[in-house]
T-cell receptor
């Protein structure tokens, strides 16, 4: 079984400050990890993924995420938040062993609000 | 390069009715997955289609059924609609052989059941 926890329903940050959106996961084997963003009344857009290699992954719009195997975490970060970053963020995990039937599990989402 | 397209974007039905939602995958993709996203929740997996067959299914009743056509497009059918079926239904496409690939989502079909 695989699962994702996003412990914060909402994160508030001032524009220009760094932001962190937290994610922890549980899988039987090694994980593939993803972050997606959803703007109001839109579908999900892919931000970044961790497959293997460097624990710090860089993605779209200046976002990055750090994979920490010992803490089973994959927190999303950005050095300087923009008001336009305000959206709903979803973490997703997939067991690396699950083969071609690609079925990730999504977290409940975290609403990021960036204040001017 | 067209992304994932879904139709209709919005629809309103009454309890007991049936609905069909449609999805065309991103060019080059052969796999379609459907998700239900209730208000304030993350996407919940309904089922996945590849080579015109249902390959995986989530914890949804038989009222939810689907189909995939030879051109890889897909339909989601929901029978005997309940109020609780009100949600955003998302279609996501991928390539079956690229295990590390991310999903590409459509804009969704927002279903309201009255």
């Amino acid at each position: 079984a695989q699962s994702v926890a996003q412990p914060e329903d909402q994160v508030n940050v001032a524009e220009g400050n760094p932001l962190t959106v937290k994610c922890t996961y549980s899988v039987s084997g090694n994980p593939y990890l993803f972050w997606y963003v959803q703007y109001p009344n839109r579908g999900l857009q892919f931000l970044l993924k961790y497959i293997t290699g460097d624990n710090l992954v860089k993605g779209s719009y200046g976002f990055e995420a750090e994979f920490n195997k010992s803490q089973t975490s994959f927190h999303l970060k950005k050095p300087s938040a923009l008001v336009s970053d305000s959206a709903l963020y979803f973490c997703a995990v997939r067991d690396r062993r699950s083969g071609g039937s690609y079925i990730p599990t999504f977290g409940r989402g975290t609403s990021l609000i960036v204040h001017p | 390069d067209a992304g994932v397209t879904q139709s209709p974007t919005h629809l309103i039905k009454t309890r007991g009715q049936q609905v069909t939602l449609r999805c065309s995958p991103k060019s080059g993709h052969d796999t379609v997955s459907w998700y239900q996203q209730a208000l304030g929740q993350g996407p919940q997996f309904i089922f996945q289609y590849y080579e015109e067959e249902e390959r995986q299914r989530g914890n949804f009743p038989d009222r939810f059924s689907g189909h995939q056509f030879p051109n890889y497009s897909s339909e989601l059918n929901v029978n005997a609609l309940l109020l609780g079926d009100s949600a955003l239904y998302l279609c996501a496409s991928s390539n079956y052989r690229i295990n590390t690939g991310e999903l590409f989502f459509g804009e969704g079909s927002r279903l309201t059941v009255l």
